[in-house]
């Protein structure tokens, strides 16, 4: 028959131990979460690259050579802290080629 200071004492480690996974449990769904915020930030930053070259197009008659021109012309802000973008531009008939990569 077990003394109730040991079943105290099992029960203390079994809170311990419920505690402790809840709390790694946090840990990892944080770190998915805020990776897939990373994922959905760089689809939405390339369509709204791609809708400013879009626009310029309809504006000037070109796209844009560079995504400096868009930054400064058309108000696209680029967080680089997060992602890094390639824009490759071929032609001034041609939709550039837009890449972003979270980092």
């Known amino acids: 028959m ?6 105290e ?3 203390e480690v079994l809170l311990a131990i419920f505690a402790v996974m809840a709390v790694v449990a ?9 990776h897939i915020a990373l994922e959905q930030g760089a689809v939405t930053l390339r369509q709204t690259v791609l809708d400013a070259a ?5 504006i000037e008659g070109a ?8 930054e400064k012309e058309y108000g696209v802000v ?6 890094v973008v390639s824009y490759e531009a071929f032609a001034a008939n041609m939709l550039p080629t ?6």
């Open 26 to 34: 946090i840990w990892a769904y944080s770190g998915v979460a805020g």
């Open 54 to 58: 879009m626009q310029c197009m309809a």
């Open 63 to 70: 796209y844009p050579d560079s995504l400096e021109h868009l």
């Open 98 to 103: 837009v890449q972003v990569i979270p980092r």
């Open 78 to 83: 680029v967080n680089r802290d997060d992602y």
């Open 2 to 7: 077990k003394s109730k200071r040991s079943t």
């Open 9 to 11: 004492l099992g029960e």
